[in-house]
């Protein structure tokens, strides 16, 4: 079993930056594939990025490529998501989750169906 939780979401104006954090409970954070994924009232949930278990593969959605990065700390059980550049249309809470490793391409992990545990979620807020 792992517990995820994330901090770091808040209020702030267009254009800026945020930095969220997911901490995971266990032993074993570096043998999960974590990803992000947002929910937008109204909206379905929809994928943001992934990091593979070992830190060598990452996945972006387009909306996001380029304005975001996503980083793991293994020694700290924690997944890290920089958001720069931020746009009204950022605004949702915001999701970690994890998934036992596998040899499948990272891109496959855009898919919420292929993660294994999720966290409680962190309000981003986008003011224009």
């Known amino acids: 079993q792992v517990q995820l939780v994330e901090s770091g979401g808040g209020l702030v104006q267009a254009g800026g930056s945020l930095r969220l954090s997911c901490t995971a409970s266990?032993?074993?954070?570096?043998?999960?594939?974590m990803g992000w994924f947002r929910q937008a009232p109204g909206k379905e949930r929809e994928f943001v990025a992934a990091?593979?278990?070992?830190?060598?593969?990452?996945y972006y959605a387009d909306s996001v490529k380029g304005r975001f990065t996503i980083f793991r700390d293994d020694a700290k059980n924690t997944v890290y998501l920089q958001m720069n550049s931020l746009k009204p249309e950022d605004t949702a809470v915001y999701y970690c989750?994890?998934?036992?490793?596998?040899?499948?391409?990272?891109?496959?992990?855009?898919?919420?169906?292929?993660?294994?545990?999720w966290g409680q979620g962190t309000q981003v807020t986008v003011s224009s």
């Open positions: 989750a994890a998934a036992m490793k596998s040899p499948i391409p990272i891109m496959l992990y855009r898919h919420a169906r292929r993660y294994d545990y």
């Open positions: 266990g032993r074993t954070f570096s043998s999960y594939t």
């Open positions: 990091i593979s278990w070992s830190g060598g593969n990452t």
